[in-house]
């Protein structure tokens, strides 16, 4: 993942400032994160769902609104309209920028802001809002003490999560200019409703009445027991993982993987738990880890696993093709691999193999598939060992002679030329 400062101005000419997170590769897709009501670009939720979506192909901008983190402006001067002119502000400069918007995200009132900007913005497919509240007045409750005060003396200061803030009555006044519900209903983009029944800052009955006043497409996806500002590593990825795979059907997938493709593969620690990493294949990407009773997450295959991988895919792909060019009945194989070790061989390091056959074959087609087996390219090389190179370098990526994609298919074509 490549991150970026991406600065752009407001109105009127508030400069405004925000981070890009970008995919290793070329984006498949571009979107806004909205923070949520006085939190920044760089609130958990926003920082760790951008990263996972930018691994997953979507480069994301997230930026602080008016008056809040670096962005500038006087918060005391800022509506909720502003919020939404700020976020079409940002969708303007990355449309200039030749990154044109698909999909917004907000989170709580940021999820509000997304709904009443996407209508403004033609090249916005899909929304998603997080732990958003139906009605935008509902964002007074956190500050219901100080409000009869605010009213009353036009300004004042609020207690806003622990910190001070001014605020105007101007603020509550533009509150009440929005109809979000009839938003809702004329929005006509696919809308996606992440919410979790335990919010106690933004309870769940939010989320149903959104749900009810959106047409379709839409989708509602519990976040369990998520609180609200989803602090949590596991919940932020999962929410952003969701909002990837939903997101797809609209802004358009990850391009498929051709053969011409470099086949290299980078791995990066997520920074999340003792031993999680993400693997980046192309436009594909999984975590690896370790158990969880060994101080890992659980949240992916152990590197062992992953080499037990490579031989099982490459031994079900070599029977596959070997079986079709014999025009030979066979209907389905899986393969299970393991690694063991025996410190008193010679070769310590070994893979345990087994082959399920299904298909009206005879014994002696059986018996062939499973000789065939061996000719699997992943097989060569575990048997017969490889050199490793390592060096430090700056950056990564870009290997030089590094073989493409396509190579492994043309290596099985290889062994089983003669067969």
């Avoid at 209508?119 to 409000?147: E, N």
């Avoid at 609209?250 to 920074?271: D, H, I, K, L």
């Amino acid at each position: 993942m490549r991150s970026q400062p991406f600065e752009f101005h407001g109105e009127p000419g508030v400069p405004l400032v925000g981070r890009l997170d970008l995919p290793d590769g070329p984006p498949h897709a571009f979107a806004i994160f909205a923070h949520c009501f006085t939190c920044s670009k760089d609130s958990l939720a926003a920082v760790r769902i951008a990263r996972a979506l930018s691994s997953q192909g979507i480069g994301v901008l997230r930026f602080d609104f008016t008056g809040l983190g670096q962005s500038g402006g006087d918060f005391a001067d800022s509506t909720f309209s502003g919020s939404v002119q700020d976020l079409l502000a940002a969708a303007c400069a990355m449309s200039r920028a030749g990154m044109t918007p698909k999909l917004l995200i907000g989170h709580s009132l940021g999820g509000a802001a997304v709904v009443a900007a996407a209508s403004d913005l033609p090249s916005v497919t899909a929304v998603a809002t997080l732990a958003a509240p139906f009605d935008v007045q509902h964002v007074t409750h956190l500050f219901a003490s100080d409000l009869a005060t605010l009213l009353a003396q036009g300004e004042a200061q609020v207690n806003l999560g622990g910190r001070p803030f001014r605020m105007r009555r101007s603020f509550i006044d533009d509150l009440a200019r929005h109809d979000q519900g009839q938003r809702i209903g004329s929005l006509r983009k696919a809308l996606l409703v992440l919410h979790a029944p335990m919010d106690t800052t933004v309870d769940i009955s939010n989320a149903t009445r959104i749900f009810q006043a959106a047409h379709h497409p839409k989708s509602f996806v519990s976040l369990d027991d998520a609180n609200h500002l989803l602090t949590r590593p596991a919940d932020a990825e999962y929410a952003a993982q969701v909002i990837a795979a939903w997101a797809a059907r609209y802004v358009g997938g990850a391009p498929a993987r051709m053969a011409s493709e470099r086949g290299e593969v980078v791995v990066e620690e997520t920074g999340i738990g003792n031993f999680q990493v993400e693997v980046h294949a192309g436009s594909t990407h999984f975590l690896a880890d370790e158990p969880a009773d060994i101080g890992g997450l659980g949240s992916g295959p152990t590197p062992y696993e992953l080499l037990s991988a490579g031989l099982g895919a490459c031994t079900v792909m070599t029977l596959r093709m070997y079986a079709r060019h014999k025009r030979w009945s066979l209907e389905r194989v899986r393969v299970c691999v393991g690694h063991t070790r025996d410190t008193g061989q010679p070769l310590p390091d070994a893979f345990v193999r087994e082959i399920a056959i299904e298909g009206e074959l005879d014994a002696t087609q059986r018996a062939r598939l499973i000789e065939i087996a061996e000719r699997c390219p992943v097989h060569r090389s575990l048997e017969h060992g490889a050199r490793i190179t390592t060096r430090e370098v700056g950056a990564i990526g870009d290997l030089a002679g590094v073989e493409t994609a396509g190579q492994h298919a043309q290596d099985l074509s290889k062994e089983l030329g003669g067969a």
